[in-house]
């Protein structure tokens, strides 16, 4: 089985910052994109940066330039900067990763639990 764990997400004051952290454990040979999802009230989920294993990024531009998408290979984690926040960007904020359990089987899509940011004065 396959697990990812999210954590760092709370209430900040617009303008503040929070980095977010998510650990992929259990059966992984390889994991290729990961990435950073969210969903507010109301909303369909929508992606908000990815990473490739060879580490390219892209961003939702809503947050180019305000959050910064990074990856630990050898800790299986990917780590979200979130700078200069606004109210909008109040949501559930969930991780995803593409898994390869063994050598030469499929990517399966994997997601974490999420975590609330609120962003709020």
């Known amino acids: 089985q396959v697990q990812l764990v999210e954590s760092g997400g709370g209430l900040v004051q617009p303008g503040g910052s929070l980095r977010l952290s998510c650990a992929a454990s259990?059966?992984?040979?390889?994991?290729?994109?990961m990435g950073w999802y969210r969903q507010a009230p109301g909303k369909q989920r929508e992606l908000v940066a990815k990473?490739?294993?060879?580490?390219?990024?892209n961003y939702a531009d809503s947050v180019k330039g305000r959050f910064t998408i990074s990856r630990d290979n050898a800790k299986n984690t990917v780590y979200l900067q979130m700078n200069s926040l606004k109210p909008e960007d109040t949501a559930v904020y969930y991780c995803?990763?593409?898994?390869?359990?063994?050598?030469?089987?499929?990517?399966?899509?994997?997601w974490g639990q999420g975590t609330q940011v609120t962003v709020s004065s």
């Open positions: 995803n990763a593409g898994v390869q359990k063994f050598r030469g089987s499929d990517y399966v899509s994997y």
């Open positions: 990473i490739t294993s060879g580490s390219t990024t």
């Open positions: 259990g059966s992984i040979f390889s994991i290729g994109a």
